[in-house]
């Protein structure tokens, strides 16, 4: 059976009789929200669990103490009671006011001596009066001492058995799924499960099963067993055993998303990730996931387990904001694509970006807007006209089967045809473009003619990408307005378009301009986009429009060739401009 069900399983039938009818109707189903577990998530992360001193007195271990000296006091972890236990708590300690308006209150379920034991009646002055609850298996979690013990008998006091130990010898802080985090968040008074039902969705987990785990335990969608896991294969996290995730993820990523958010069961979509990282898969679901309905991402800035982590509260932002529906136009449809709900601000997907790890910490880029509106209300206060989701032109559903590449054979350049979608219309991992950047800078070539054959790093990245990957791309991040680079850099660049490799063209930083589009040059410039977005919008733009028609001699192209190119160019333009 998997825990909490209420959070878990279907939709609230509810039975009305109305106007003297014998018959029942159904109320409206209760919504439901599909949340979707990212990759080096803190906002799925807990602090190490640590035995607690009453574990150490128990088993004779030494205690924690302060610098001082003194006797630390226990951090409860939730956990699961195996049995139903009677517990006396003593009145009006929940609140240092409430002895003041005692007579306020109905008399207490009985008395405790100072020998601890229980009456009905005070049987002395000093006899505590005390509420007797029994507490339940069924209840949920509860927040009690941890007593947990390494295998030697020894206490747990970090996340390791040892400095240094591998990662098999090592306990897991990030969660598989984000179920146990609604629990919790419905334990400490969120009332998650009165706004809606969810599914859990493990798209690029952070935590994983090592020893695999039954169908019959799973708090996931899913159907079997789930095999044995392995690190940076099927779950990725950061920390003393960092594993990142891989670009072939970005198409499972897309996959799971799309497949949830088309099964017409969702009332929205909550995606859960790195602060660092969400930034990116949030608008690269931005553009890939053909859906009217919401999508909102959270971070958190601090692990659970601390003073007031911030990831519950965005979590239940992203709720509400759900729920609210300020997201929808006249016609129903979301006309805000995916955001990042963050401290109680809605960010546009595009140009959300981490500035600092600090709740409040991040910012909109590019100067014109990225606030779309606040979780006070909630209220929006502006609505892109970037297209996204639905209305993106790079959405999966619209994207062709297969595309034309380029690839070196033999030493010879030669196109070759790749297949971008299965026969089930899902994206190919090995298919998703290779993209990668490049950083100029004026103030670097030694004389005005730098020749380009010096700029070996661009050279060997360009023959790189021709030796293995037939969809690829680079993006190449100058100064505004024109994101210049030195004369060396911009020759040694301009050979990647001519052997078919488009070529993205941003500003540095965070600029407030737009780069000046130049038909005549062999580049696509990229807006006001930073080089990290430019490289996933470039990405999905490859597997629409497949690699520039290249030049026989890269070397000495021909007028037909550079028009040719630069037609297939303005195709990744017109993209550039309107995502």
Known sequence: MKPWPQISKGSALFLILACGLASALHAQDKPRIAVFSGPTATIQNNEPLITSNKAREQYGLPTLKDPWGHVLVDTPRPQRLAAPVTVYIEMFTAHPLESDVKELYAPPDGYVDAQGRFSKQRTHADDKPVYAVVLKPEDGLYALPYMGRQADGSAWDGVATHPGAPFSQSRQTFVPNASRIFEEIERNGGGVAAKADYDFYRAAPAGGYTKGLPAALRTDVGTGDIPPEKLGVDFFSYGPYQASQTRPIMAKVVNVVQAAMASGKYAGGIWLEGSPTIEDTIYWLNLMIDTPLPIAGNAAQRDRGKVSPDGDNNILNSIDYILSKVWAGEDGRNRLGTVLIQDEVIFSSREVQKGDARPGGYEATGGFGGILGTMTGPQITFVPTRKNTYRSEVRVTALPTEVEGVIRENGALKTVMVRIKND??????????????????????????????????????????????????????????????????????????????????????????????????????????????????????????????????????TAAELDAIRKKIGLYQAIFQTH
Not at 427 to 447: E, R
């Open 424 to 557: 089930r219309g899902e994206l190919i991992g090995s298919a998703i473009p290779k993209v990668s950047i490049v950083k100029g800078d004026l103030w670097y070539d030694d004389a005005a003619d730098g020749p380009p054959a010096d700029e070996k790093g661009i050279k060997g990245n360009i023959e790189m990408l021709l030796e293995k990957y037939p969809l690829a791309g680079i993006v190449g991040e100058g100064l505004a307005p024109y994101s210049s680079m030195s004369a060396s850099m911009e020759k040694a660049l301009e050979q990647a378009p001519l052997c078919g490799i488009p070529v993205v063209k941003t500003a540095r930083g965070n600029a407030h301009g737009f780069v000046t589009v130049n038909p005549r040059n062999l580049y696509i410039e990229g807006n006001n986009l930073t080089a990290t977005k430019a490289r996933l919008l470039l990405t999905a733009a490859i597997m629409k429009y497949g690699a520039l028609p290249r030049a026989a001699d890269p070397d000495q192209p």
